[in-house]
Every structure is written in structure tokens, then in C-alpha cells.
């Protein structure tokens, strides 16, 4: 399986997914690296991995296009997104239909949404009181965070976090939930139907 990784920040996620492919524990390659900036610290870390990077570069009428040239230059079969900071266009969910991923930092459906990213969602979190909180792999779709849950895993939330401990706790989870979740793709181990996600069993104890 060929994978394409989007990201706009830091790239730990796609650190984790690159680092995953080579050790194999994902039976799959990531063959590019979509970034939504120039100066997005993921694009180093490509680099260093021998990734292809591609810094968008169009306006926003003409970001889909572009997108979609890369994926097909490159044949990719599933899309991560990884801390991306523009919303994917409509016709690029369409083709990609249950084929593009994406990790928030918190459990959804609560603390999803537009504007609901970095801080925000962990300030937001302690602000409610909640007592747990997590990482939430989903499907893309037309809208912010609404997409079918793939995998979910929580954390506590204790008391006296800041925003910025209970980003390390979630992210530090995210690092092992987002290859797990691509891994099941790459096994052919999900089933969707509409809005439900089926992990299937291993068939075989090898099988990741
Ligand atoms: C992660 O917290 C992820 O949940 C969110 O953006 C952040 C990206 O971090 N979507 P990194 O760039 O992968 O380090």
C-alpha cells in the first residue's frame, strides 16, 4: 500500500507512520509528503527519510487540483493526514471516498469541530472538567472531525494539567494508535458500511 502523509506542524505522527513502514510493523511505504507550508518542520523530516515532500503551493481554487496531480503522480492508495492545517477539498474526498485518515487529539465526537485544533482542543477539554480525554483515529469526510471512528484510546485527564501535559500524554498515544490504525488498512482489516467500521480478526497470529 502506498500512503501519502499531509501535514502543516512538527510531523511527529508522520515520524511514527514513516518510522512504522521501515520497521515494517505497517506493510506499506510512504511515498510523499503533502505540506501545507514551506517552512512546516515535517519537510526536514522527509527529507532526512528520503520521502518526497510537496509544499502546496496554489490558491485555494486550485488546491484540489494540485493535490490530486501529486496523488496520481504517485499513485497513492491511502491519504494520513497528520496534523494538517487546510480542510481537504470536496472532490479530493470524493475519489479518496473511505481512504483518508486523520488523528485529532481528543475523543470524539466531543471536542471536534472547526477550530477545535492544538491547544484549543486540550484547553477546552480541562475547561470542561472532563476526567478522560484521548486520540481519535477517524475517516475524512466532507466536514470537520464528523467522519466514522476507526480507533479510539483514551488517557486521564488528572488534576492540575496544564494544556500543553495533557498534549504530551494524548500525543505520546497517538504515536502508537496512528500506525495501528494504518496497519489494519494495510492488512485489509477494515470493513465500512456507511458509517461503520468493522475491524476484522487477524486470520493469522503473524498478521498485524
Ligand atoms: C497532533 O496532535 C494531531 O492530533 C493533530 O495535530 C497534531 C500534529 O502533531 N491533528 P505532529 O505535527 O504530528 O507532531
Known sequence: MRIAVFASGGGSNF?????????????????????SRPDAGVIERAKHLEIDVHVLSSSPEGIAGEIL????????????????M???PES??????NRIL???PALLPD????????????RAV??????????????????????????QESVNVEENDSPEDLAERVLHVEHRLYPRAIALFANDRVRIE???????????????
Do not use: W
Not at 15 to 35: F, K, R, T
Not at 69 to 82: F, G, H
Open 92 to 97: 479530493v474526498v470524493r475519489l479518496y471516498r
Open 102 to 104: 486523520n488523528i485529532h
Open 86 to 88: 487546510k480542510m481537504i
Open 194 to 208: 456507511g458509517r461503520h467500521v468493522e475491524i476484522l480478526e487477524r486470520d493469522s497470529p503473524d498478521d498485524n
Open 15 to 35: 515520524q511514527a507512520i514513516a518510522d512504522a513502514c521501515l520497521d515494517e510493523s505497517i506493510p506499506a511505504e510512504v511515498v510523499c509528503c503533502i505540506a
Open 69 to 84: 496531480r501529486v496523488l496520481d503522480q504517485k499513485n497513492v492508495d491511502l491519504i494520513a493526514l497528520a496534523g494538517f
Open 126 to 151: 480541562i475547561e470542561s472538567g472532563a476526567s478522560e480525554s484521548g486520540a481519535t483515529v477517524h475517516l475524512v469526510d466532507e466536514h470537520y472531525d464528523t467522519g466514522a471512528v476507526v480507533l
Open 111 to 122: 471536542f471536534g469541530g472547526k477550530g477545535m485544533y492544538g491547544m484549543n482542543v486540550h
